[in-house]
T-cell receptor, first 118, second 114 residues
């Protein structure tokens, strides 16, 4: 069971470079999320998607863009990397509940991408 | 979302039950209690969630007090592989604009020792 797969697992960038992080899920989940985790700060939501072709901003969206062209994939882009974006990035997905339980389903996480920006 | 309070660390002997407490005294009626854990260098892993009633699954049990102001996660027979940071999260279960945000606090570092 692959679940949520993130690539790459590690990356080192120079300031100003761009890159794309890929998240793929094989559970046919509608919702997908990108988080970043920094020491002492827990996980913070960057962007999320409620379905193919739709994305929305989370808590800390600045400096990132996302795309959801296929249901199973959610891409996170850094157009011009900055040292402040050094972090561990986690992707997650969840199925939809029904009615009042729309957001009730648990999120399943990948193992993260460790990104360092020099 | 309601704030949660957890002890920063706990120890447990292998094979014994691990009881992890969480206070959420400002929880409101439509907020669920979720538990996740994060083993070193891995992504968070969902454990269990509940609203009012106690819940049990293959991983753990969740006991929620009658006033819903606190809860306890129980790992019935802790193993060394259960050593992780455990997060108690209170989350609104609403549709529309509430996007299901999970607010991870500092959690409890559970160390299971031989």
């Amino acid at each position: 069971n692959a679940g949520v797969t993130q690539t790459p697992k590690f990356r080192v960038l120079k300031t100003g470079q761009s890159m794309t992080l890929l998240c793929a899920q094989d559970m046919n989940h509608e919702y997908m999320y990108w988080y970043r985790q920094d020491p002492g700060m827990g996980l913070r939501l960057i962007h999320y998607s409620v379905g193919e072709g739709t994305t929305a901003k989370g808590e800390v969206p600045d400096g990132y863009n996302v795309s959801r062209l296929k249901k199973q994939n959610f891409l996170l882009g850094l157009e011009s990397a900055a040292p402040s974006q050094t972090s561990v990035y986690f992707c997650a997905s969840s199925s939809t509940g029904k009615g009042r339980a729309l957001w009730n389903q648990p999120q399943h996480f990948g193992d993260g991408t460790r990104l360092s920006i020099l | 979302d309601a704030k949660t309070t957890q002890p920063p660390s706990m120890d447990c002997a292998e094979g014994r039950a691990a009881n992890l407490p969480c206070n959420h005294s400002t929880i409101s009626g439509n907020e669920y209690v979720y538990w996740y854990r994060q083993i070193h260098s891995q992504g968070p892993q969902y454990i269990i969630h509940g609203l009012k009633n106690n819940e049990t699954n293959e991983m753990a049990s969740l006991i929620i007090t009658e006033d819903r102001k606190s809860s306890t996660l129980i790992l019935p027979h802790a193993t060394l592989r259960d050593t992780a940071v455990y997060y108690c999260i209170v989350r609104v279960n609403a549709g529309g604009t509430s996007y299901g945000k999970l607010t991870f606090g500092q959690g409890t570092i559970l160390t299971v020792h031989p």
